[in-house]
């Protein structure tokens, strides 16, 4: 992302940035602050000061979010940076900055997004951690859709999950159809974890480089699999089939990447 463009005070984006940043540099300076020992107050007075003078026009994008960055987005942030030590919050990086607050103009109003931009941006706020806020983050948490994270976080907190592979074959043919892919056992306390878009939203973070798909590896443990055919997108093919026709699954498995890792500490889903 560049910072180029001309704001009506004859400034430019990039200097209204660095401006920003400074500020942060001096907050983390100011001992009285320090000594008040409450990182939320603290927090939330520097950036209040930061919003106000400088990131507002790299962020705002309607009035909703200029609500948003006046009031929430202070506090939001504050707590997330609650049990770090005034000592080591430090400017951010713009080139992590910046799209985050870009992300956070469009996105604030959903949860789960917002919640993944705002510790992006406390990680890169953290001198003891700040190098692992990858540029990239951003444009990741850009691409995925709010309903989504519901079920990429429990993916990204383990590191090899059993997938499976549903394929129809018609009796006497040696060949087969995929019915369904990246079948996973993903449910809350009570039921199944359920939404059509499923499969896409894994073959997006395969694109993404956070995990990675493999029908030619399986979990040997024998019970690994043993969810898949009480699984109603299962229980549902097997519903549709015609005369002549099976229902079978492939074993496989979904991995979690470096990258995935990484992404997953840096946002705080690890």
Known sequence: ???????????TEAAAF????????????????????????YVGEVLTGLVKTALM????????????????????????MKEVPPEFIASPKPSVAGPVLQGLGYSHEEDSLRDLYIGLLATSMDSRVAAKAHPGFAEIIGALSASEVGFLEPVLQIETMAAAELRSSIEG?????????????????????????????????????????????????ETAYDWVDARPEYQERVRGLQDGQSITFAKGVIQRTAFGFAFAKAVGIL
Do not use: C
């Not at 992302?1 to 400034?11: A, E, H, I, N, V």
């Not at 300076?29 to 008040?36: E, S, V």
């Open 1 to 11: 992302m560049r910072y180029g463009k001309t704001m009506s005070d004859g400034t």
């Open 18 to 41: 660095n401006a920003a940043i400074t500020l942060v540099g001096m907050g983390s300076k100011n001992t009285n602050l320090q000594r008040a020992g409450d990182n939320v107050a």
């Open 57 to 80: 026009p790299l962020a705002v994008v309607n009035a909703r979010a200029q609500k948003y960055f006046d009031s929430k987005f202070p506090e939001d942030l504050a707590d997330k």
């Open 173 to 221: 043919e040696q060949s087969w159809n995929v019915v369904y892919s990246h079948l996973v056992g993903l449910r809350n306390a009570v039921e199944p974890l359920l939404d059509e878009m499923l499969p896409a939203y894994i073959d997006n973070w395969v694109r993404l480089g956070l995990v990675r798909v493999n029908y030619d590896t399986y979990l040997t443990d």
